[in-house]
């Protein structure tokens, strides 16, 4: 398989450091960046990947310019849920009727790219809780064990079926534990779960993930975020294999070191990934008449932030 990560963000990097090493003449690995300064500057000096005390610099293949690489079986997209639409047209040489797409965003708001009109790639969706940490332009820490999910959201061919199973079992040889859903959206839902009760409130916080379990006011309210959020899946008729709030508490304090991705925006001033997680709850809430002020509240937290940055960046 020849298989493509378009950006090169912490799991983009990550996937593709994991990739790379457990490559072979059958599998070829590329990473793409939009941005041809960066691009060239990584290709310069190497992706530089920690993981378990070891720190390595790989000489991964990376291109900024999707016409030279040209169709390739599997294109996993790492970008933000808010520069999807933009990432997908700039992808589009990638993509053929067979490419299957891998939509490895936060929230829920890249759903709606399940029936894409120009029929170029086949929509796979994916959750996955590796923790990955990006430490500079190009150099990420893997900051935790997960587990990976891939699936489809519609029926497909049995060709499609089969690619799918043959990428999972490329990601359990390059140490990505990977299994195909049948349900992807109650899996999709769980991750949503999880980051409406994390992710803000680091940002908020400005704390590691498990930081937030030693207070005990945070902790009250991440419980309350997820159950409002886990009322509104329950009107959207979405089926729950767990307790979202035992599950939440759970994955906060696996992963007690990790520096959640919303949180690594903020310290960078970029914008947060807050409408496709916390505003989708907001949203199917006022779909379905279920009120959801505490995820209301958090989300004009997070968006008093950045304009805070953003107004202090245009002075």
Same mark, same amino acid.
């Given at each position: 398989?020849?298989?493509?990560?378009?950006?090169?963000?912490?799991?983009?990097?990550?996937l593709?450091?994991?990739?790379?090493? $457990?490559a072979?003449?059958?599998?070829?690995?590329?990473?793409?960046? /939009?941005?041809?300064?960066?691009?060239?500057?990584?290709?310069?000096? !190497?992706?530089v990947f920690? $993981?378990d005390?070891? #720190?390595?610099?790989? $000489?991964?293949?990376?291109?900024?310019?999707?016409?030279? @690489?040209?169709?390739?079986?599997?294109?996993? +997209?790492?970008?933000?849920?808010?520069?999807l639409?933009?990432?997908?047209?700039?992808? =589009?040489?990638?993509?053929?009727?067979?490419?299957?797409?891998?939509?490895?965003?936060?929230?829920? !708001?890249?759903?709606?790219?399940?029936?894409?009109?120009?029929?170029?790639?086949?929509?796979v969706?994916?959750?996955?809780?590796?923790?990955?940490?990006?430490?500079?332009p190009? /150099?990420?820490?893997?900051?935790?064990?997960?587990?990976t999910?891939? !699936?489809?959201?519609?029926q497909?061919?049995?060709?499609a079926?089969? +690619?799918?199973?043959?990428?999972?079992?490329?990601?359990?040889?390059?140490?990505?534990?990977?299994?195909?859903? +049948?349900?992807?959206?109650?899996?999709?839902w769980? #991750?949503?779960?999880?980051?409406?009760? @994390?992710?803000?409130? =680091?940002a908020?916080?400005?704390?590691?993930?498990?930081?937030?379990?030693?207070?005990?006011?945070?902790?009250?309210?991440?419980?309350?975020? *997820?159950?409002?959020?886990?009322? *509104?899946?329950?009107?959207?008729?979405?089926?729950?294999?767990?307790?979202?709030?035992?599950?939440?508490?759970? *994955?906060?304090?696996?992963?007690?070191k990790?520096?959640?991705?919303?949180?690594?925006?903020?310290?960078? /001033?970029?914008?947060?990934?807050?409408?496709?997680i916390?505003?989708?709850?907001? *949203?199917?809430?006022?779909?379905?008449?279920?009120?959801?002020?505490?995820?209301? #509240?958090?989300?004009?937290? @997070?968006?008093?932030?950045?304009k805070?940055? /953003?107004?202090?960046?245009?002075?």
């Amino acid at each position: 398989m020849k298989i493509g990560i378009i950006g090169p963000g912490a799991l983009g990097c990550l996937l593709a450091a994991r990739l790379f090493l $457990a490559a072979s003449e059958q599998n070829k690995i590329v990473l793409i960046d /939009h941005n041809p300064d960066r691009a060239a500057m990584l290709n310069n000096q !190497g992706i530089v990947f920690e $993981a378990d005390g070891v #720190k390595q610099k790989l $000489a991964i293949p990376l291109s900024s310019n999707p016409s030279e @690489i040209g169709p390739i079986d599997v294109l996993f +997209s790492c970008v933000k849920s808010h520069d999807l639409e933009k990432s997908l047209t700039f992808a =589009t040489p990638l993509l053929s009727s067979a490419t299957l797409l891998i939509f490895l965003q936060n929230g829920i !708001g890249h759903l709606q790219y399940n029936k894409r009109a120009n029929g170029q790639g086949i929509p796979v969706f994916a959750t996955s809780s590796e923790g990955a940490t990006l430490l500079a332009p190009g /150099h990420t820490k893997h900051a935790g064990k997960g587990q990976t999910y891939l !699936g489809f959201l519609s029926q497909q061919q049995q060709t499609a079926e089969k +690619s799918l199973q043959q990428l999972a079992a490329i990601l359990q040889q390059a140490n990505i534990t990977c299994s195909v859903s +049948s349900d992807i959206l109650s899996r999709l839902w769980a #991750k949503l779960f999880v980051n409406v009760g @994390i992710n803000a409130l =680091t940002a908020i916080h400005n704390l590691p993930n498990g930081q937030l379990l030693k207070s005990s006011a945070i902790k009250e309210t991440m419980k309350q975020l *997820v159950r409002e959020a886990e009322q *509104v899946a329950i009107a959207s008729g979405i089926t729950i294999r767990e307790d979202p709030v035992a599950a939440t508490l759970a *994955v906060c304090e696996h992963t007690a070191k990790n520096i959640s991705s919303m949180l690594q925006d903020v310290r960078r /001033h970029r914008p947060t990934e807050i409408d496709a997680i916390n505003g989708a709850i907001s *949203v199917h809430g006022h779909k379905n008449n279920i009120a959801t002020p505490l995820n209301d #509240k958090t989300i004009a937290q @997070i968006k008093t932030i950045e304009k805070t940055y /953003h107004e202090y960046t245009t002075q």
